[in-house]
């Protein structure tokens, strides 16, 4: 009996406190596990989501540990107090960004066929144009990286920038700033791409990430 009471105790750790929350029309998986500060994996495992970009408005989803609701469209991460530096870096701000190009994705994040893919590619036309996804300033604009072919790097802020490669041709140099939507270059087969399409990054702090979190 008692050995069935400690099994029956450990396993009440397997259902963690928290509090549901319903999904608003345009949020994503990954805004709500950033505004309540949840790891985006740990998160998907929890409420049993084989695939993490696929939530919609009005789904309940389980926040564990979280105590209240919030609105995740209008939260702006809370910036740490001048006297408390030692603490790890906030949250990278939350930007809405649009679609650089529509079109299949043909590639996605992740490992793929045993590589590491750092982003997507995106099916195009030969000379659609491609937008840049948030506004910034061009830190890139050439195609000397191999493989990449024309490509353009935008910086939007200390926190993300985005990349754009294998383009025909690139419509803005370094040091321009450009706006959300605005044409920056145009779908190619430029490096080592076989057929026209856009390979898309973003980065978050340097590193590569999942577009289709950041997306809408």
């Known amino acids: 009996m008692k050995f069935f009471l400690i099994i029956l105790l450990s396993g009440c750790a397997f259902f963690p406190s928290g509090i549901y929350h319903r999904v608003q029309k345009g949020e994503t998986l990954w805004r709500i596990s950033r505004v309540y500060e949840v790891d985006l994996d740990e998160l998907a495992r929890i409420n049993h989501l084989a695939d993490a970009t696929k939530i919609r408005a009005g789904q309940m989803?389980?926040?564990?540990?979280?105590?209240?609701?919030?609105?995740?469209?209008?939260?702006?991460?809370?910036r740490p107090s001048p006297e408390r530096k030692e603490?790890?870096?906030?949250?990278?701000?939350?930007?809405?960004?649009?679609?650089?190009?529509?079109?299949e994705i043909l590639t996605g994040f992740g490992k793929q066929s045993g590589k590491?893919?750092?982003?997507?590619?995106?099916?195009?036309?030969?000379?659609?144009?491609?937008?840049?996804?948030?506004?910034?300033?061009?830190?890139?604009?050439?195609?000397?990286?191999?493989?990449?072919?024309?490509?353009?790097?935008?910086?939007?802020?200390e926190d993300y920038?985005?990349?754009?490669?294998?383009?025909?041709?690139?419509?803005?140099?370094?040091?321009?700033?450009?706006?959300k939507g605005q044409a920056i270059a145009q779908v190619g087969a430029t490096g080592w791409a076989e057929v026209?399409?856009?390979?898309?990054?973003?980065?978050?702090?340097?590193?590569a990430v999942n577009p289709v979190f950041y997306l809408p």
Not at 117 to 129: R, T, Y
């Open 61 to 78: 989803i389980f926040i564990p540990g979280a105590k209240e609701r919030k609105d995740t469209l209008a939260y702006v991460p809370k």
């Open 87 to 103: 603490e790890a870096k906030p949250p990278p701000e939350l930007i809405d960004f649009s679609w650089p190009l529509q079109g």
């Open 116 to 157: 590491r893919h750092q982003g997507l590619d995106i099916a195009g036309k030969e000379g659609v144009p491609i937008v840049a996804i948030y506004g910034g300033i061009v830190t890139y604009s050439d195609n000397k990286l191999r493989g990449y072919g024309n490509m353009v790097i935008v910086k939007h802020n």
């Open 161 to 179: 920038s985005s990349v754009y490669a294998h383009n025909s041709i690139n419509l803005v140099k370094e040091g321009e700033r450009v706006n």
């Open 196 to 207: 026209p399409h856009l390979h898309f990054e973003i980065r978050e702090r340097g590193k």
